[in-house]
């Protein structure tokens, strides 16, 4: 949270030295909630090993043991403990009716005063009202955004007006070699549907 102000201090005109008390919150050895452990859920525990954090996270089905045991990830049954534990919670969902509005006011709640949410799924997986209510009223510490409702949010949307919060365009997939590579999976698609073939991305209706 303290990046986008101190990229500003560290430009400014004004500037003439920087403050001691300057400080960030420890990811090491931290507690990381991840709240849908699908593919990307997954990949986003195997970067949070390399800092030695300590993996919690909450699915619809558990994963299997081999998999949890080579990430070292916890796996918590309730969201409730997973929320009351985590020093980061990380939104990785798809958006569907169970989990729109998925953390509301009493989910923010349950969070730890100094933690710190983390949704990069879709922006209606969070009450935006309520969010805005516990960051104003330090219910938790702050918050980090790649994804809002809608998108981008008004331009006197009260999100846009606090300093314990990221916002950023919903670029988590924007780079080059990201874009370049849906777009080879999509015509693999595409081509074995003509050719009668398996569809290596299939997504099956539920």
């Avoid at 990046?3 to 990381?32: M, N």
């Avoid at 409702?149 to 006197?156: A, G, H, K």
């Avoid at 846009?160 to 950023?168: A, E």
């Amino acid at each position: 949270v303290y990046l986008h102000p101190g990229c500003q201090i560290a430009v400014s005109p004004d500037t003439k030295y920087f403050a001691v008390d300057w400080l960030g919150v420890e990811v090491t050895r931290a507690t990381l909630g991840i709240i849908g452990m699908g593919s990307i859920g997954y990949k986003v525990a195997q970067r949070a090993r390399a800092f030695n954090m300590r993996i919690l996270y909450h699915n619809r089905n558990r994963r299997r043991k081999e998999e949890e045991e080579a990430v070292g990830a916890h796996y918590c049954e309730k969201m409730e403990d997973l929320l009351q534990q985590s020093d980061f919670v990380m939104l990785v969902v798809n958006l569907n009716p169970e989990t729109h509005k998925l953390i509301g006011k009493k989910e923010l709640g349950l969070m730890k005063p100094t933690a710190t949410l983390i949704n990069i799924s879709r922006g209606a997986v969070i009450d935006q009202d309520a969010l805005v209510e516990a960051l104003q009223n330090k219910i938790v510490r702050a918050a980090a955004l790649d994804v809002t409702y809608p998108e981008p949010l008004p331009r006197d949307h009260p999100l846009l007006k606090l300093n314990n919060i990221i916002i950023t365009p919903h670029i988590g997939t924007a780079t080059a070699q990201a874009l370049r590579m849906m777009a080879e999976e999509a015509i693999a698609n595409m081509l074995a549907v003509l050719n009668g073939q398996p569809i290596p991305s299939e997504v099956f209706p539920k």
